[in-house]
T-cell receptor
Framework: DAMVIQNPRYQVTQFGKPVTLSCSQT?????MYWYQQKSSQAPKLLFH???????NEADTPDNFQSRRPNTSFCFLDIRSPGLGDAAMYLC?????????????FGDGTRLSIL | TQLLEQSPQFLSIQEGENLTVYCNSS?????LQWYRQEPGEGPVLLVT?????EVKKLKRLTFQFGDARKDSSLHITAAQPGDTGLYLC????????????FGQGTELSVKP
């Protein structure tokens, strides 16, 4: 089945130690999104790629960066994680960047900071 | 800043009861999507409504988009334990490349 896969499902890192989260998709979608979701809160868009074009949300901390080396893969890099960065990180895709298009989500990576 | 207020935040009901979840904003949205998220999983799309006043039915779930495209509701008839989960509404923003604004979610628990 075509899907969005996130690895790892659970990630534990130390305060200040860089961490990379991975997302891959077999849907061949043009758009890939990264969301941060804290407990009992709405998913918050961090950035998205439309093909190779990177779009950063204005309030996304500089600590967060992303790479999309090809259509299938997208990475979220957190350079110096703080305690406030502990959250579920969701990757999603859509075929085209229109707001009526469904977004297909992975099962997320839960990040813990020690 | 565009916001979507979702209510109630928590809902615990008995099997067989009906319920309605509301999603309200002062902003106009190009579309409104409803997702369901189970613990440890990503959100899964239930429906997209795009026309003001639109009503869509999915088995026991009825979704409505307000005439002014600022609000939406999800009504579940005869809830079942399998309906338990987090329900999220998400509004589409005009001319912002597929960006969605999510409500904070309604955590539904249906007890047998």
């Amino acid at each position: 089945d075509a899907m969005v896969i996130q690895n790892p499902r659970y990630q534990v890192t130390q305060f200040g130690k860089p961490v990379t989260l991975s997302c891959s998709q077999t849907l061949n979608h043009n758009v890939m999104y990264w969301y941060q979701q804290k407990s009992s809160q709405a998913p918050k868009l961090l950035f998205h790629y439309y093909d190779k074009d990177f779009n950063n949300e204005a309030d996304t901390p500089d600590n967060f960066q992303s790479r999309r080396p090809n259509t299938s893969f997208c990475f979220l890099d957190i350079r110096s994680p703080g305690l406030g960065d502990a959250a579920m990180y969701l990757c999603a895709t859509s075929r085209v960047p229109y707001s009526n298009q469904p977004q297909h989500f992975g099962d997320g990576t839960r990040l813990s900071i020690l | 800043t565009q916001l979507l207020e979702q209510s109630p935040q928590f809902l615990s009901i008995q099997e067989g009861e009906n319920l309605t979840v509301y999603c309200n904003s002062s902003s106009v949205f190009s579309s409104l999507q409803w997702y369901r998220q189970e613990p440890g999983e990503g959100p899964v799309l239930l429906v997209t409504v795009v026309t003001g006043g639109e009503v869509k039915k999915l088995k026991r779930l009825t979704f409505q988009f307000g005439d002014a495209r600022k609000d939406s509701s999800l009504h579940i008839t005869a809830a079942q334990p399998g309906d338990t989960g987090l329900y999220l509404c998400a509004g589409g923003i005009y001319n912002q490349g597929g960006k969605l604004i999510f409500g904070q979610g309604t955590e539904l628990s249906v007890k047998p």
